[in-house]
């Protein structure tokens, strides 16, 4: 990566992560950045502008008054060198300001003048970045082509346990480079990817699921489509984004995921199958609701659906290259191997659900990555990481 001279303008915000941006800035400029701070009034109670300074080796510019009649010029400036915009930590304040189009204070109105990709790095009180209009701002952030690393879980400044946390400096300072300098190595590469789970009607109200949320199928979209792929992006009901640049298409049950997976999976070099289908849904759907047995048990049959991975791993042409999921609670290598074989798959993302920060719904997994002569065990890594983990063996396989 050629980063030398790459301008990242470095917004920190007031909070009490505001500290971590001393070794963001370090971090970057020993990577050959050339790093620009805009930090606001209370960033300023939380780290002194003297000590970005001295790390960042360019004058910080701040939300003080005898600056403030400085803005017009700086803050087109600064936007302008920008190739990449860095907020880190971004409060809630921050992102409600950007949501709304706000420009009231030196980091606002430049990030607002920008045309360079931003990124920001959340950090805040769980039940703040919890709270349903932090949630409403960071999709339309992301609906905007914002992206965002983090928050993570861990203990807060407040004291409690929680999500907020800022995400670590190597997840951020990592995400930075891959926006500063995508990898193209997918470049001309068509990638399908399902996520996200089934929903299988039972009566005209009720439905059998389960707890996929479509985290690691939409992190595996996004990274494919960030490293240069073609992406299509066969997506259950969830509620996520989808990443900038995907064709997305919607399933709701398995046998739908079928009908789409068989359009679309011929034309594509790489299938990356991490939707967690329904093996069973009702044998026959009630027409109207089902009524409660007064005291008594209810029986519900159920027929057994296609086995979406192994339709395809059937048809699959020389030169293609599919990728299944196993969803294990015990024996996980061993059943993962047998799946592998199955679904004629070339690569299996084994992933032991029972594990804390491992599978269904949550920001990290633990995989194992398994092949017909190679099993690859990785640490417990963002799903973002884990995505490319996956992507750079996919390469290693062609
Ligand atoms: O969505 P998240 O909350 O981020 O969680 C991620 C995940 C746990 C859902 C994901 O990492 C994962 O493990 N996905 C696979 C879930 C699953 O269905 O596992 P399985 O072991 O039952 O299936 C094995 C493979 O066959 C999978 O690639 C699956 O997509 C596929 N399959 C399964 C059943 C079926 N009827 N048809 C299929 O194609």
């Known amino acids: 990566m050629t980063l030398e001279k790459r301008c990242v303008v470095l917004g920190v915000t007031g909070g009490i992560a505001a500290y971590k941006a001393a070794e963001i800035t370090s971090r970057l400029k020993k990577l050959g950045t050339d790093v620009r701070i805009i930090m606001t009034k209370h960033a300023c109670e939380f780290i002194t502008p003297l000590t970005l300074e001295t790390l960042s080796a360019n004058p910080v510019v701040c939300d003080t008054f005898e600056r403030a009649r400085t803005w017009e010029v700086e803050h087109i400036a600064l936007a302008q060198r920008a190739d990449l915009f860095l907020i880190a930590p971004a409060t809630a304040n921050i992102m409600a300001k950007m949501a709304a189009g706000l420009a009231d204070d030196m980091l606002s109105t430049t990030v607002l003048a920008t045309r360079a990709p931003v990124l920001l790095a959340p950090a805040m009180n769980t039940a703040m970045w919890e709270n349903a209009v932090t949630q409403e701002n960071r999709r339309t ?53 399902t996520a996200g789970p089934t929903r299988e009607p039972l009566d005209p109200v009720r439905y059998l ?36 640049g995907v064709n997305v298409l919607h399933f709701e049950t398995t046998e739908e995921l079928l009908s789409l997976a068989k359009i679309h999976a011929p034309a594509q070099d790489v299938v990356i199958q991490s939707a967690a289908p329904a093996d069973y849904r009702a044998a026959e759907i009630a027409p109207q609701k089902i009524k409660k ?86 640490p417990l890594l963002s799903k973002r990481e884990v995505a490319d983990r996956i992507l750079d063996r996919v390469l290693e396989l062609f």
Do not use: W
């Open 141 to 193: 952030l992301e609906r905007r082509g914002a992206h965002f690393v983090g928050p993570d879980e861990g203990r807060l400044a407040c004291g409690a346990m929680g999500k907020g946390h800022i995400a670590s400096v190597d997840s951020i300072v990592e995400t930075a480079c891959e926006l500063l300098c995508p990898r193209r190595d997918f470049e001309g590469r068509r990638v399908l990817v």
């Open 209 to 244: 699921t389960n707890r996929s949320s479509g985290k690691m199928g939409y992190a595996i979209a996004e990274a494919a489509a960030l490293r240069g792929a073609r992406v299509t992006l066969l997506t259950g009901p969830v509620h996520l984004t989808p990443p900038a």
């Open 293 to 378: 047995a007064d005291g008594g048990a209810l029986t519900l049959r159920l027929a057994e659906n296609p086995d979406v991975a192994k339709a395809l791993g059937e048809a699959k042409r020389p030169g293609q290259c599919f990728v299944g999921f196993a969803a294990e609670t015990n024996d996980v290598e061993e059943n993962a191997q047998k799946k592998l074989e199955k679904k004629h798959l070339d690569l299996i993302v084994a992933n032991d659900v029972t594990k804390p920060g491992a599978g269904f719904d949550v920001d990290t997994n633990i995989v194992t990555l398994i092949t017909p002569d190679d099993v690859r065990p990785l």
